[in-house]
């Protein structure tokens, strides 16, 4: 049961390893693109490729997916980013009930963004964990889990591709030594939880009165969506401009927003502390550019203040 891209290196997995998929359980097509035309997930595309049979319910509490999947005879349902609750009378066909990935060391980081929050809050570990499908989101006990270290370099996208794979592996897994009667499960420790709550579009505005490190972790944490975004001073229009990644700097002065520079290649940013380089960003309307063709087409001077205006 899954998805997204993310979903997919556990069906790989599964695949390779030799288990019968019974059947793909997958989100319904959605429009997208210009005409609004019925799009698959990435999930459906590839269970076709692999001659699987697919369901795309949207209710998994309605008669027929609960009489198409009785009769399959599941042993387990393995989840994935499925995107959707699974209810009692839904998970209850399978004798072992169900088993599902989630991005982070649970008991920390429950919720819908783990990636995000981890870099925002600039954690150097992850990583991932393979729990028992529960009423309560994330709270189930805990088959499995593997850590992957956070990359200074590493933005939501980048770190989400390699905690899916290290997630593929750990429920292909946990699913042969359930299998072999090899593994129990343990339960949580509640005292630990901390949550990662779903973002908005509003969280990707930069408050430059924050340090510049906190900064430059919520614009790793928050590419590509929702991003971070500030705006250029009134006198050039206020338009938006987002910020796709940047790094931190020790320099002192200036107002928090303030162009400290702004030539060649170098775009620099005061904040409440230390300052910020930006390194690649995007004018509203206009493509993603380097700091120094950026500058080219919108020259920035030392002094004008960025951010939101009033309202």
Same mark, same amino acid.
């Given at each position: 049961?899954?998805?997204?891209? /993310?979903?997919?290196?556990?069906?790989?997995?599964?695949?390779?390893?030799?288990?019968?998929?019974? !059947?793909?359980?997958?989100?319904?097509?959605?429009?997208?693109?210009?005409?609004?035309?019925? $799009?698959? &997930? &990435?999930?459906?595309?590839? $269970?076709?490729?692999?001659?699987l049979r697919i369901f795309q319910p949207a209710d998994l509490a309605g008669p027929e997916i609960l009489a198409a999947?009785?009769?399959? +005879?599941?042993? #387990? /349902?393995?989840?994935? !980013?499925? +995107?959707r609750f699974i209810? $009692?009378? /839904?998970?209850?066909?399978?004798?072992?009930?169900?088993?599902?990935?989630?991005? $982070?060391? #649970?008991?920390?980081?429950r919720g819908a963004a783990p990636i995000q929050w981890a870099l925002i809050n600039g954690e150097e570990e992850t990583g991932v964990s393979v729990i028992s499908?529960?009423?309560?989101?994330?709270? +189930?006990?805990?088959w499995g889990q593997k850590a992957v270290a956070i990359r200074p370099e590493d933005n939501a996208e980048t770190l989400s591709g390699r905690l899916a794979g290290a997630g593929g592996n750990l429920l292909?897994?946990?699913?042969?030594?359930m299998e072999r009667g090899e593994i129990a499960p343990r339960p949580q420790d509640e005292s630990r939880a901390t949550y990662a709550p779903r973002l908005k579009k509003e969280d990707g505005r930069i408050d430059w009165s924050r340090p510049g490190e906190e900064i430059a972790n919520r614009v790793r944490g928050l590419y590509p969506w929702p991003g971070t975004f500030t705006r250029l001073p009134a006198a050039r229009g206020g338009l938006i401009l987002k910020i796709i990644s940047a790094e931190p700097l020790t320099l002192s002065g200036g107002r928090p927003g303030e162009v400290r520079r702004a030539e060649k290649e170098e775009l620099v940013i005061a904040?409440?502390?230390g300052a910020l380089k930006v390194r690649r960003l995007q004018l509203e309307g206009k493509q993603p550019h380097q700091a120094g063709e950026f500058l080219r087409g919108c020259p920035l001077s030392p002094g004008e203040v960025l951010g939101l205006s009033a309202g």
């Open positions: 049961m899954g998805t997204p891209e /993310f979903a997919l290196a556990g069906l790989e997995r599964l695949a390779a390893g030799g288990f019968e998929i019974a !059947a793909v359980i997958t989100r319904p097509d959605r429009p997208a693109g210009r005409g609004r035309k019925p $799009s698959p &997930p &990435p999930v459906k595309i590839r $269970s076709r490729e692999l001659g999947v009785r009769e399959l +005879g599941p042993d #387990l /349902f393995v989840v994935s !980013a499925y +995107g209810p $009692s009378v /839904f998970l209850g066909l399978a004798p072992r009930g169900g088993i599902n990935l989630h991005p $982070s060391l #649970l008991p920390r980081y499908v529960a009423e309560k989101m994330d709270t +189930g006990e805990i292909a897994e946990v699913a042969g030594k904040a409440g502390e």
